[in-house]
């Protein structure tokens, strides 16, 4: 039962270290309530929108090392697979699902890099890659964020020899990235998802 509850305990951890909400404090510090401007999300794209490059690079730097340490301590501790892929899909749900803003959030694409970076690297690499080509070629954020995050499982899938865990959570966290985009997914459907550049409403 300790097993279970330090483990649990941890999990707990990972949701609370993927909750800090960097977007509010970064734009705060601006002056700026992130979550009444722009989209009123609080990723790194609102932030570079609505208060300014510098604090963009700051949420884009900080929110995927939150999810490095919330996996990076489990896998430290020698926790089983299955525990750090929940503690990793924890740690993406507290930036989406934040218990500190109402249980809301932002899309959790960052954190999501930041878990992945830790428990495979060079999926991580090539799914980045795989983002920033479909972000040059398409100048849309959202796009090139959901290319990339849904990119992951499929090519664990094609590989064939990835284990169970790190499968399972690459498509679960594939799939909350498309439900966290559905508002995207309809505005790009209907050709007004705003392109990288417009940094203010206009």
């Known amino acids: 039962m300790s097993g279970v509850l330090g483990s649990l305990a941890i999990v707990l951890l990972a949701y609370l270290m993927g909750a800090i909400p960097t977007g509010v404090l970064v734009a705060r510090l601006r002056g700026v309530d992130i979550q009444r401007v722009g989209s009123g999300n609080i990723g790194a794209t609102n932030v570079l929108r609505s208060v300014g490059p510098w604090s963009a690079l700051l949420v884009a730097l900080v929110d995927p090392l939150k999810g490095v340490l919330a996996v990076w301590v489990p896998t430290a501790l020698g926790l089983d697979p299955w525990w750090v892929a929940v503690a990793a899909l924890a740690a993406v749900?507290?930036?989406g699902f934040n218990v500190f803003l109402g249980f809301r959030g932002g899309k959790g694409v960052a954190t999501?890099?930041?878990?992945?970076?830790?428990?495979?690297?060079?999926?991580?690499?090539?799914?980045?890659?795989?983002?920033?080509?479909?972000?040059?070629?398409?100048?849309?954020?959202?796009?090139?964020?959901?290319?990339?995050?849904?990119?992951?499982?499929?090519?664990?899938?094609?590989?064939?020899?990835?284990?169970?865990?790190?499968?399972?959570?690459?498509?679960?966290?594939?799939?909350?990235?498309?439900?966290?985009?559905?508002?995207?997914?309809?505005?790009?459907?209907?050709?007004?998802?705003?392109?990288?550049?417009?940094?203010?409403?206009g």
Request: hydrophobic content about 55%; some cysteine.
């Open 93 to 95: 749900a507290g930036n």
């Open 112 to 201: 999501s890099l930041g878990v992945f970076v830790v428990i495979d690297p060079w999926i991580t690499l090539t799914a980045t890659v795989i983002f920033a080509l479909t972000l040059v070629f398409g100048r849309v954020v959202s796009l090139a964020s959901l290319v990339g995050v849904c990119s992951a499982p499929v090519m664990l899938l094609v590989l064939g020899n990835a284990d169970l865990p790190k499968t399972v959570l690459a498509g679960a966290l594939a799939l909350l990235s498309v439900w966290r985009h559905r508002d995207n997914l309809v505005r790009l459907a209907a050709g007004t998802e705003r392109r990288l550049g417009r940094l203010r409403p």
